[in-house]
Structures are given as C-alpha cells and as structure tokens.
C-alpha cells in the first residue's frame, strides 16, 4: 500500500485533476492565480482537503491569516491546521 | 434569426434533428432498470451529450447538465452565424435564456448528501451549479457579452418567452443581439419521481417504446419527458445586413397571454388570446399561417383544449392549416421545448417541408386538424410558420417566424 499523499502531493494531485493543469508546473513556488485557482477554487479544494486530512476549515477566508499566493502558501496553510487539529504536523490522516 | 444551436434527443445538430423528424424517427425510449429501480415510469428521451468533449475540465466542473448544454448550443448558434466577437460592440449583446428547472441534477445531488447519506457535506459549488440563472450566466461568462442576461422561468413556455421578449428588446433598440434560446436537463430521480406523481407522464408503449407519445390520439396518455438545449442568434435586420449574415428568417409575431383559471389546466381563452395577438404582431391573417409547430404534449387535458384553441383564432382557416406535434419525437423539453420547436418551425419554412406527428394512428374525436400524420409534407407555399408553447402556472406564449 503507497503511503497516504502529503498536503503538497495531494494538491498537486487535485489541481492538476480538477483545473487541467499538467502536474509538472505545479511546483511549490507556482502560483495558484496561474491556474485559475481562485475563491471559489479555493473553496473547492478546501472541501477536498477536508475529507483527505480530517479537518474542519475554519469559516474566515484562508488567507486572513497570511497571504495565499502560492501552492506553498497553501500547503504550510494547510500543514497548520492538521498540526492544530491532531497535533502534530503530521501528513498521515487519522483514522 | 442569423443562428441556430441544438443539443436534442434527436441530434446536436439542426440538419440531422430536423432529417430525422422528417423520417418520423423518434428519440424517446426506455432508461434501463440501471438508472433507478424505483421508477415506475421509464420513458424519456435523452440527449447523446458528452460535454468533456466540448468543454474544458476546469470549467466543466461548475456546469450543471443544464449549463453544458446551453453553453454548446450557444457556440453552435454563434459559429452559425457567422459572428466574429472582436468586431462587435459587446454591450450591445445580450442574452436571454429560458430554463424551468435549473440545475436540477445538482439540486437532487445536494438533496441526497443532506437526506438519503446523512451528511453535511454538501458539494461547494452546489448553490452555482443549481441556479437558474446559471446557463444564461455562462453564456454572458464564455463569449463576453455585456448586455442584459436576462433568465425567464415560466415552465413549458420559458424559451418561448425568452426568444420574444429578447426580439422586443432589440425591437426597442437597447441591444443589437441576443443570443436566445432555452435549456432543460430534467432526467434525475428527484426529477422524474415529481413528475411521476403528478400523473402526467405517458404511459410506456409495450410493443415501441419510442411511440410512447401520442400527441392527439385517442390513446394518447400523456408527455415524454426530454432534456436538451436550443439556442437562437437574434439580431436587429440591419446589424445583420451590414455585416452581411446568413438570415434564416425573421421573428415576426410574439403574443403572450396567461390563463388564470387552473394551476395547470389550460384554458382555450387563454392559449387563442396568444396566437391572435402573435398574429396581429405580425401583421398577419390566420390564413397567411402554412404550419403550426403544436405544443401538443400528448396530455388528455392539453392537446383538446389546443386544438379547440386554433380553431376559435383559425376559424375557416383551421382545417386548411396543417399542424403537427413534433414532441411525438423529441419529448416534452420544458423549459428548451419552446426554442427547440421554434427551430424545428423555421426549419420547415426554409425547406418549405413540415415534420409529421408520429405515432397518431386514431385519433381523439375531439382532435380534429389536419396533424400531418401521412409522413413529411413539402408545402412549396409556405411563408410563415407558429410554434405554439403554453405551460403550468398559464403563460402561454407564441411565436411566428416569416420567410427573410
């Protein structure tokens, strides 16, 4: 069994799904406005990553706490919400 | 008219939908056991329709049905038409499109997460794919279209009234274009289960499904349910001169007028009031009509009160008109079936040849027009066409296209 996808892996894998994007350019410093990543894509991904890492995305926007330009930015976004909501940084969903 | 789209039960393109409505072939047939066990009426007729092979994925995913395919029959119409975006002042083009039920997949999907699976997960983007307004949206979204998008929901009549108030808007001069047609993509569960209740639905055909819908039969046992998109270019005469566009005809007469009796029983006042006030906005006698595109849903209640309807605005002239249900055919596409059939009407008139009513063999002593059910009729003479559209809630609304 492949190990469960990190944050940057499994964005990789739902933009290059849901937005036609090839998986090459979506590297850590691309920019999501690039992509026609915007709110509402964001909303959809959040959704995504919801069920993939079980965690509930806070109501305020994600970028109220630092700005979401990059697949980085996302990807350390996301990163401390599983580290709030399970309590380590920890890529591995939970049970 | 400059330009037409179809996305049909009968084909996705106006020759071969209209090639096959000669022929008296029909797209209605039976939705496997696969689809839902639970339905006790199975007869529709379903559009071949893959939108990933016309649309984006990034964009497929905000789509309903319903948008795919108003957004595929709006560039159809558009590359009809011969029209070059770049050159046009886009805030003087429109759109105007008719739906009855919307999104209806994406309702009945979030309906079943909050229902049937419990859960609080609803799709994101459910709200945007479900509205209504959704399809004309896309289409003011895809082309850049400025002016006014305008989204008419008057049930079976919403396309109808869609193509004709976008012909006054250009009559009035506050656009030049509109892109106007309607869209319906009513085949879901939730959807069809509604239907069934209403004890609306034609009865299955054991020996052909396809001849399911009976339109003026006396044993015709109600509409077909269909889903599909038809879309028309609309542009004032002179805009179209000057750029020198292909005209397929001219939208000459609109009456609307609203039966206020029953929610859903129409009325012989109502639906005579529309087809002589489409008349008189056409500046036209009842005999200068050479076909009638019916709305003729194969009801009980409808195809009476229709045919008792033209001939109290028809009088002598009735007999001599002929008249034909082509939703025998394509089924019953609601909010689309009113642009759809007006096509179909304008396509008669170019080829001076009118479609059949299928599948009438006896018909209701009540029913007594002449229904064209000898096969296709070429009528050398023709030079204005109706298409009838009337509806639940009771806007009946009428449309006449004359030879450009």
Redesign the interface.
Known sequence: MSPAPTPFEFLRLIIARDFDVDPQLLQPDARLEDFAVDSLGLIEIMFAVEEQFHITVPPEPPDARAPINTLNDLVRYIEGLIAEQHGAASADPVP | MTGMGLISPLGNDPATVFGRLLAGESGIRRLPESFNARLSSRIVAPAAFGGAQRI???RL??LDRVSQFALAAAAEALADAQFALENEDASRIGVSIGTGMGGAQSTDDGYQTVYEQQSD?V???TV?LAMNNAPASWIGIEHGLRGPNLTYSTACSSSAVAIGEAARRIAHGDVQVMIAGGTEAPLTFGTLKAWEALKTLAREDVANPAASCKPFARDRTGLVLGEGAAILVLEDAEHARLRGAPVHAEVAGYGLATDTEHITRPSVAGQAQAMALALSSAGLAPSDVGYINAHGTGTQANDAVETAAIKEVFGDAAGGCPVSSTKSMHGHLLGAAGALEFIIAILALQGRIVPPTAHLRVRDPECDLDYVTEGARQIETLTAVMSNSFAFGGTNAVLIARRA
């Open positions: 984006s994925t990034a995913r905000m997960r799709a994101p983007l945007i």
